[in-house]
């Protein structure tokens, strides 16, 4: 119990431990993933994609690989081999404090797998035994895409999976062993799971604390890492999840974050620099930050808004320069069918009382900066409090601004109604910098007939052209260029991951 207590206090107080093990010779040109270390600190196991040494050669999902930690360094990965690898996507839950291996999905013997679920290898001499599969009830994942980790006593398993009662693309579960019987997996809820993905969950030791990688909450690239606090026993009320700030998170895609306090540092993957490969990444600080203050609150008048508290949230936050984190006291428009502005304080930080009932689009400038909009929808959100951070981008030749509220009907050029509010925002920008010039730049996903995308985009481009023209914008500052599906942000694998590939940017080509 004192070692528990011990590591939770590490875990709140953002401590340097001493420098962790090079992972010089572990990373490699393939997809690496899902980094676990043994309980004796001397083996990292490890899954790569797309290997040609793996079961299923370079179209294997996944297999196992292994490095062992000889002198002062961790040695060349060698392949897990074939006990506890197949042609499946093969990955590694954690250890039992009895030493045996937890491992994803179920395994058989020349047969095809019809069932899902997780299995249990255990120490052979210097290998596994054939990995004896676990039956969970009413385990489904109806996505390729699957994870998760179990904890040192193995019994409790959390998870992502698309399964009974998902909300979006892959939502997080729990499930618990009882009496040598597992239960039914249990979502963890809608303070957890968003519309979109929540993927590669870890769960500190103690069950307190949850990260897991998130592109439906708001980081700064598709998935960021995002830790929340359990706040009772029904594993459905959590703490607002707080991004885990740019130390781990970056514009590309961060995943499968763990902590080893034992030996003094944190894993996780990343694609930054990477050619969108995931490589494994080791963080020397283990983080963990407490929920923010709220100093102030800045309440709307009473005659606009006639609202009990149970049906008030707290929304807050704070606006930063998107290329070095200074703080900017920026001004927020809030639009709903009713209008206010409010203003960041020098440091950046917001909060306001607003209506839990309304869908908002929040507007946030600042002189010298590009404008950005963010649509809110608060009644699809069951939650007491909400963090919402802004990043502005300085207006310079090269930079790239998502317009991410601009969508189009599947197939077409018809712009959904939620556009509008973004598109004007960009009119309001370029009235505003009166020599700024853009390129648009129209994106789809990879499905279909590859030409036809790339004159979809181009066609989604003029449209969005034709519009900022009707608003007054002279077309000369206005360029624009499809390319198709040869620019992905996010894999193609699941719908989710496609509409953020179905997107439109712009380009400032002149300030």
Not at 185 to 201: C, D, R
Not at 224 to 240: G, P
Request: without cysteine.
């Amino acid at each position: 119990m004192k070692k528990l207590l011990f590591v939770f206090f590490l875990l709140k107080l953002s401590i340097t431990w001493s420098q962790a093990p090079s992972l010089l010779n572990i990373n490699s040109p393939y997809d690496e993933q899902n980094p676990v270390i043994s309980l004796d600190g001397k083996v990292l196991y490890f899954t790569i994609a797309g290997h040609p040494k793996n079961i299923g050669g370079i179209k294997d999902p996944g297999d196992i690989w292994v490095s062992i930690y000889l002198n002062g360094q961790w040695q060349n990965p060698i392949h897990g081999g074939s006990v506890i690898n197949n042609a499946n996507y093969n990955s590694v839950l954690g250890f039992s404090e009895v030493g045996d291996l937890y491992l994803w999905g179920h395994y058989s013997n020349n047969n095809p797998i019809t069932t899902q679920g997780i299995a249990v290898s255990t120490k052979n001499g210097n290998d596994w035994t054939a990995p004896e599969n676990i039956s969970i009830p009413y385990f489904l994942n109806k996505s390729s895409y699957g994870n998760g980790s179990i904890n040192s006593a193995a019994n409790t398993l959390i998870f992502a999976a698309e399964g009974y009662g998902t909300v979006g693309g892959e939502d997080i579960y729990v499930s618990f062993k009882n009496n040598g019987r597992w239960s039914e997996p249990l979502n963890l809820g809608k303070n957890i799971n968003t519309p979109f993905q929540e993927v590669t969950p870890w769960l500190s030791e103690d069950g307190h604390l949850l990260y897991f990688a998130s592109n439906g909450w708001k980081g700064a690239g598709s998935f960021d890492i995002f830790v929340a606090k359990r706040l009772d026993d029904s594993w459905e009320r959590w703490s607002t999840p707080e991004w885990l700030g740019d130390k781990v998170n970056s514009e590309s895609r961060e995943l499968h974050f763990r902590m080893f306090p034992k030996f003094g540092y944190s894993l996780f993957t990343s694609t930054h620099d990477s050619n969108r490969y995931g490589v494994i990444k080791v963080l020397n600080d283990t983080i963990f930050k407490p929920e923010p203050k709220i100093d102030t609150l800045l309440k709307i008048k009473e005659q606009d808004y006639q609202v009990k508290a149970t049906n008030a949230i707290v929304l807050f936050g704070k606006v930063t320069n998107a290329k070095n984190n200074a703080a900017i006291s920026a001004v927020l428009k809030f639009r709903s069918d009713s209008s206010f502005v409010i203003t960041a304080k020098s440091n950046g930080q917001y909060s306001v009382i607003i209506p839990s009932t309304k869908v908002y689009a929040i507007e946030v400038e600042h002189k010298g900066y590009v404008n950005v909009v963010e649509r809110l929808d608060l009644k699809t959100m069951q939650l007491n409090s909400l963090e919402l951070n802004f990043t502005l981008q300085p207006i310079e030749v090269g930079t790239v601004v998502n317009l991410k509220s601009v969508l189009f009907n599947m197939g077409t050029t018809t712009l959904l109604e939620e556009s509008y509010a973004e598109l004007d925002a960009v009119v309001d920008f370029l009235k505003s910098n009166p020599k700024v010039e853009i390129e648009l730049e129209g994106h789809t996903d990879n499905r279909g007939d590859a030409k036809k995308n790339l004159v979809l985009s181009q066609q989604r481009v003029e449209k969005i052209k034709s519009y900022l023209v009707s608003k007054g914008i002279a077309g000369r500052r206005v360029k624009g260029k499809g390319f198709g599906g040869t620019r992905p942000i996010a894999t193609n694998d699941t719908e989710e991951a496609r509409k953020m590939n179905r997107r439109v940017e712009f380009l400032i080509t002149k300030n």
